[in-house]
């Protein structure tokens, strides 16, 4: 596609979204009537359709996952209760925000607050709260922790990419703690089930998830109390999009809807630590 036609269908998408909003507020706002066509007016509105940046992150969000995983289901479906229909891009989880940020693509999901997105961002409504947890082998003496002093003993890995707390990288920078951090949480998983490492830190149904992909039985792996944190995730749009706010408030009166009716609880009643061991489970690489 050559430089002209890539900044007019840029454009273009751009400015159907705003007059798409532009419209709903007006409709809502005063009912005006339009001037338009008869055989127009009478016509059904045709559905914004938006693109958000997304990755993998089963079994929250992943492209072969029914309904795309459990966060960009209640994201579709909040849409979808305002007239939206989301299209979800994949890809890696740095790019996905970055080319979001630039406004390349009308959101990104989902992601954990920090002071850069934070900067760079307008933030939904808390979309779930996922609980970041160390995780060791059943079969190994009881780890207990109240600080990371507690832990530097013990052979730990992490995820390069995973957002960890403030104080998890302060103990890292000061060495009370010294993980190998390594690309994924599959590998994670198989260096603690190979007795290479006493823990390793990660989102919990995550983890869980993850172990079954590797047909390892969830009763094998204990989570360790109390959790390393419990953040919030959101959908993010950039300041620098011209309908931000208005996608923004779309999708949090979608949200809403969901939690009135019943949905968005149905969606998450499906996740627990043992809904996807499956021991002829193949394989899907899941990056965070």
């Not at 305002?82 to 890809?91: A, D, N, R, S």
């Amino acid at each position: 596609m050559s430089l002209a036609k890539l900044i007019g269908s840029t454009l273009s998408r751009s400015l159907s979204f705003s007059l798409a909003f532009s419209l709903s507020c007006l409709a809502a706002g005063d009912n005006a009537k339009s001037n338009q066509h008869p055989a127009a007016e009478s016509a059904a509105p045709a559905q914004q359709t938006i693109r958000i940046a997304t990755g993998e992150f089963a079994p929250w969000t992943g492209q072969q996952l029914p309904d795309n995983g459990h966060v960009n289901h209640i994201i579709a479906a909040a849409f979808a209760t305002q007239g939206v229909t989301v299209e979800f891009v994949y890809l890696p989880w740095k790019r996905a925000f970055e080319e979001a940020r630039l406004g390349k693509f009308d959101a990104t999901s989902y992601w954990y607050e920090n002071s850069e997105r934070r900067e760079a961002m307008l933030f939904s409504d808390p979309l779930i709260v996922n609980r970041t947890v160390f995780f060791q082998r059943t079969n190994s003496d009881a780890i207990r922790w109240k600080n990371f002093g507690d832990l530097s003993q013990y052979r730990m890995s992490a995820t390069l990419g995973f957002t960890y707390t403030e104080d998890f990288y302060r103990a890292v920078d000061a060495q009370v703690i010294n993980p190998i951090m390594v690309p994924s949480d599959i590998q994670n998983i198989k260096l603690l089930m190979a007795d290479r490492v006493d823990l390793f830190a990660t989102d919990e149904m995550s983890g869980f998830y993850m172990a079954a992909q590797l047909s390892i039985d969830p009763r094998k792996l204990k989570v360790i109390e109390p959790a390393l944190s419990s953040p919030e995730g959101y959908l993010l749009a950039s300041k620098t999009h011209p309908n931000a706010q208005a996608l923004i408030n779309t999708f949090n009166q979608g949200l809403k809807q969901l939690k009135k009716n019943g949905s968005y609880r149905k969606i998450l009643d499906r996740v627990d630590n043992s809904s996807f061991y499956n021991p002829t489970a193949s394989l899907r690489k899941t990056e965070r």
